[in-house]
């Protein structure tokens, strides 16, 4: 089985971009169904090990795309779901707004047949399911499926739980996974004054230094009432 992740980094205004163009992603086991009883096993070691993953970023178009894949070798492994959960990490760039989407990645291991329908002793992956937010119901998982059909939600709804996708005859899905990076930020300054002769009208000054904001930056004062300046 193969999980195929796709990175999407949308810059500022003015296609401005952070100093940082890898970003890492975990895919870990959450569980393991057996085929036979419907039993949740948790022990990892029934399966194929977590992956962490490092995707590179480069100019494409307006934006900044890369991509990059996981493999699960099933080799071995008892038939049954086997489950895991991808998501991004995040990475503390300044400016970045992370996709905090997570992913529930189902995987159908079953008996591999002859001709005559007969096992070989080896196993296969039949299917590859997706779902984002909330994986399906306990009980589909418990249910072997060759049939799985499903299409790829809409990227701009990250927060629908429901469905991903189902992996095809490839057995491969791609995840997106999409972040913004912005320049602009509120620098919100306040004054109280107390007191019984306190004047509610007295203006008081303030000097901000920006720094390393480049030539040519630019600021805009908004005044408590409304006024810019």
Do not use: C
Not at 107 to 132: K, L
Not at 210 to 219: D, F, H, M, N, R
């Amino acid at each position: 089985a193969k999980i195929n992740l796709a990175k999407v980094l949308r810059p500022s205004e003015g296609g401005v971009y952070p100093n940082a163009d890898t970003f890492e992603f975990v895919l870990e086991p959450v569980s393991y169904t057996l085929a036979a009883t419907g039993e949740t096993l948790t022990e990892t070691a029934n399966m194929p090990a977590g992956s962490t993953v490092t995707i590179t970023v480069t100019k494409d178009g307006d934006v900044k795309t890369g991509t990059e894949s996981i493999e699960l070798d099933f080799a071995g492994k008892e038939i049954g779901v086997y489950t895991y959960k991808l998501t991004e990490t995040n990475g503390g760039v300044a400016g970045v707004e992370y996709d905090n989407s997570v992913y529930y990645v189902n995987v159908y291991v079953i008996n591999q047949v002859n001709e005559n329908n007969v096992p070989t002793g080896a196993v296969t992956v039949s299917d590859v399911t997706a779902w984002r937010t909330n994986n399906m119901p306990d009980e589909a998982l418990k249910a072997l499926t060759t049939d799985w059909t499903g299409k790829l939600l809409d990227i701009n709804n990250k927060t629908a739980a429901g469905k991903v996708g189902n992996g095809g005859e490839d057995n491969e899905l791609d995840y997106p996974f999409e972040n913004k990076y912005s320049t602009h930020s509120d620098l919100i300054v306040s004054k109280t004054v107390t007191g019984n002769y306190a004047s509610t009208t007295q203006e008081f000054a303030f000097v901000v230094a920006l720094e390393g904001l480049g030539a040519g930056a630019e600021y805009t004062v908004t005044l408590a009432d409304g006024t810019e300046k």
